[in-house]
């Protein structure tokens, strides 16, 4: 596969590819290293991608692994870093984005608390809105254990967020 080739495949894919790999690990300087290194992995082993599976999915689990070895590898050597919250938005905002803008933010401290597997299979399905089958070949996991994952992870934003 030629460079430009390649950079074409990293433009249609980084987005979803970075916000997968932040999810699995909540920070971004970490998913970016994360996503880096699995772009390495997938340039240096395109040539071993069967096509069994959607080439977005085969670059999903690539992600999923490096970000998983890299949470494994952080839980080992270093205590839970404490997570910042976001600033406060500016006082003189319209009251409209001022709510949206508290909406998301409690949305995503709620989906940052979510367990591992639920936060991940949801990010995967809502987010980056893979399909089950896709979620599941990505995750390697079974299509019923996406869909239940991914029901309990909205049932739980929907208590967190209700008023």
Do not use: C
């Amino acid at each position: 596969m030629n460079s430009e080739t390649f950079a074409h495949l990293m433009r249609r894919h980084n987005r979803t590819l970075f916000r997968t790999a932040r999810a699995i690990l909540r920070d971004d300087a970490a998913a970016e290293d994360a996503l880096q290194e699995a772009w390495l992995r997938a340039y240096h082993a395109i040539d071993t991608f069967r096509g069994e599976a959607k080439l977005g999915t085969w670059l999903v689990r690539i992600v999923v692994n490096e970000a998983l070895a890299r949470r494994r590898k952080d839980q080992r050597h270093a205590p839970a870093a404490q997570e910042t919250e976001q600033a406060i938005r500016k006082q003189d905002e319209p009251e409209g984005l001022a709510q949206r803008a508290e909406l998301r933010r409690r949305l995503e401290a709620k989906i940052r608390l979510l367990p591992d597997a639920f936060r991940t299979v949801f990010m995967l399905r809502a987010v980056e809105e893979l399909s089950v089958q896709e979620t599941a070949a990505a995750l390697h996991i079974p299509e019923s254990t996406v869909r239940t994952r991914f029901f309990r992870a909205r049932s739980q934003l929907r208590e967190g967020l209700l008023f």
